[in-house]
């Protein structure tokens, strides 16, 4: 009897891992967005926590490239690829994600530009 269920536990096992693998959102379909956005934030005080935090979070997100950032002025330089057409659901977005995920209170995303493309990335 032991046998049995060791070879049931075995086939959950396997049965699970094979339905992550071929119903995982990231592998199961391919995204495109129809815009992308330079997005420059200054959020002051910046420290290099918050900002090992926040490029750690959005890392394994391919929405989010980070271009460049600057410590010493709280400078963080996004390209945001996305579905929005107005400039202020942008805003709104990164300010979420930039509280959300990099923890960030004190935030002011100052320009905002949107480029219609698709995100055929590498």
């Known amino acids: 009897m032991k046998p049995i269920v060791e070879k049931i536990h075995s086939l959950i096992i396997l049965s ?10 990231s592998l199961a ?3 495109n967005y129809d815009n992308s956005s330079l997005v420059i934030v200054k959020a002051p005080d910046l420290t290099s926590k918050q900002y090992g935090d926040f490029s750690s979070a959005i890392a394994p997100d391919n929405r989010y490239s980070m271009e460049y950032t600057c410590l010493e002025s709280g400078i963080i ?14 805003r709104m977005a990164i300010q979420s994600a930039l509280r959300q995920k990099g923890k ?3 935030l002011e995303v100052i320009y905002v ?7 055929a990335q590498c």
């Open 16 to 25: 699970g891992l094979l339905m992550l693998l071929f119903y995982s959102p």
């Open 29 to 31: 379909q391919e995204v």
């Open 77 to 90: 330089v996004l390209r945001y690829y996305h579905n929005f057409s107005e400039k202020g659901d942008v």
């Open 104 to 106: 960030l209170t004190r």
């Open 113 to 119: 530009d949107i480029t219609r493309q698709t995100s």
